[in-house]
Every structure is written in C-alpha cells, then in structure tokens.
C-alpha cells in the first residue's frame, strides 16, 4: 500500500486548506485512513480518522468542528478539509491507512505518507 499526500502549503489564519491522499496497491475501502501531524519538536498527533465505508468518523478535539475528512473509494482517495485554520495548526500532515477499527495512536497505523507541509501565518 502506497500513501501520497498533497495540498499542503500556506494559509492564512482563518483560511482553508484541503488535503489529499491517493492510495495505491489496494483497495482503499479495506482500511480505516487517518490524518496525523507532528510540528518542530513534537510527537506525531492524531488529528482525523474515517471508517473504510466511511460512515464513522473520529477528530482531535483541537480540530473538531473546524476540519473534515472523508473519502471516496471510487478514487481511492481521503481528503482532509480544514477550515479556520490557526498558526498552531501548522505541522507536516501524514496520512495513514490500517485494517481494523478506529484508532488514535500511530503506532497502531501500518502504512504512511511522506507528508505534506501546511503553513499558517497570523
């Protein structure tokens, strides 16, 4: 399974952003797919997870309600809708793919992305 994230880039506080992740090598629907992001100096931190079918989804409580992330297993591709952005969302983005359910820790993710880089300015 390959994981390629893009969309990244500078925002402006209050802007939005959208992320993508194509993945390849298998079909998307079998795997739960989450966003995870790591500042300078920090662990990696759960932001978003969606079920395979997409019908169940779980958010950091420091991006709830102000991101989105869902699927389209047609395209094999999970996005990550972010809104209101804040200078203290700025980190690189990893999305992530494991078989099972919904889960926090990265530990527990199988297959990464590279990441992409999301800037915001104040």
């Known amino acids: 399974v390959r994981l390629a994230e893009s969309g990244g880039g500078l925002a402006q506080a209050g802007g939005s952003l959208r992320l993508s992740c194509a993945v390849s090598?298998?079909?998307?629907?079998?795997?739960?797919m989450g966003w995870f992001r790591q500042a300078p100096g920090q662990e990696r931190e759960f932001v978003a997870d969606?079920?395979?079918?997409?019908?169940?989804?779980a958010y950091a409580d420091s991006v709830k309600g102000r991101f989105a992330i869902s699927r389209d297993n047609d395209k094999n591709t999970v996005y990550l809708d972010m809104y209101s952005l804040q200078p203290e969302d700025t980190a690189v983005y990893f999305c992530?793919?494991?078989?099972?359910?919904?889960?926090?820790?990265?530990?527990?993710?199988?297959?990464w992305g590279q990441g992409t880089q999301v800037t915001v300015s104040s």
């Open positions: 992530a793919a494991r078989p099972g359910g919904h889960s926090s820790t990265p530990a527990a993710y199988d297959y």
């Open positions: 090598g298998r079909t998307v629907r079998l795997y739960v």
């Open positions: 969606i079920s395979g079918s997409g019908s169940t989804t």
